[in-house]
């Protein structure tokens, strides 16, 4: 069970503070952000919020200064004396602003993926039809295992991050159907990844997968029993860890 630090919500069209909905299942978007040290940072920070204005855009979901609000609730509800290292969840609907923030738990090496046949509603976006991916995360040690979202054979992502693939020093995405993440664009910019269907059959010939995203940084796929796939080596892994911390180490204060 998740413990929350916090869980608030507020009306949209004044903010004024209203009993919590967590929206999951509702017609909207949320992003999730990884606030850290003291006084906070948050990691990719206006790239999250220029994405969820982008999404909530094609979801019909429009306030003008819908940034300087989320600013402004997230300056509320964050001390500059806590040290943090929290997920920041920030989700909306038409009516209703919700944040929540809960630790953020670091995956450790033997990391496993288990296969479900599952498909996200719309998943180009991150959107809030999450209950069933929920329903199976809720009964995980999400320090050492997640669920890969499998759908006619094909491996697309887990329930909470990007999946990489490596090949002989090469990196592959899935092709479509999947969330391209913050943290996914970031390595994008760093390392050429190669767009390929990831069939179940063909995973073998992967050496390492890579989970990649806010809640997870960088994880590496120690096995995945039902297909009898074992991890082979850790170099990219390692590679994309140095990418990750750098970020880190350069991630500058933003003024709430």
């Not at 033997?110 to 069933?132: I, Q, T």
Request: hydrophobic share 35%.
């Amino acid at each position: 069970m998740v413990t929350y630090l916090l869980k608030k919500s507020y009306r949209l069209k004044d903010l004024k503070e209203i009993n919590f909905k967590d929206l999951w299942g509702d017609h909207g978007i949320f992003t999730t952000m990884w606030v850290y040290g003291k006084p906070p940072k948050i990691l990719f920070f206006n790239d999250h919020i220029q994405n969820l204005i982008k999404s909530l855009k094609s979801y019909n979901i429009n306030k003008k200064n819908l940034k300087n609000d989320i600013l402004k609730i997230i300056n509320k509800n964050l001390s500059k004396k806590k040290n943090y290292n929290h997920l920041l969840r920030v989700a909306l609907n038409k009516n209703i602003l919700s944040i929540s923030l809960r630790k953020r738990i670091k995956p450790k090496l033997d990391f496993s993926l288990k296969l479900v046949n599952l498909k996200r509603e719309k998943p180009r976006y991150k959107n809030l039809k999450y209950k069933k991916i929920l329903s199976y995360l809720s009964k995980m040690d999400n320090s050492k295992s997640d669920i890969g979202l499998v759908h006619r054979n094909r491996l697309f992502e887990t329930g909470t991050s990007n999946l990489l693939f490596v090949c002989k020093s090469d990196i592959f995405s899935p092709s479509k159907n999947f969330y391209k993440g913050i943290t996914y664009n970031f390595f994008k910019s760093k390392k050429k990844i190669l767009k390929k269907e990831i069939f179940l059959s063909e995973l073998n010939n992967y050496e390492e997968i890579l989970l990649i995203g806010s809640g997870k940084g960088v994880a590496s796929v120690k096995n995945i029993k039902q297909l009898g796939w074992k991890r082979k080596k850790l170099d990219q892994y390692k590679i994309f860890s140095k990418y990750y911390n750098s970020a880190i180490s350069r991630n500058s204060l933003y003024k709430f």
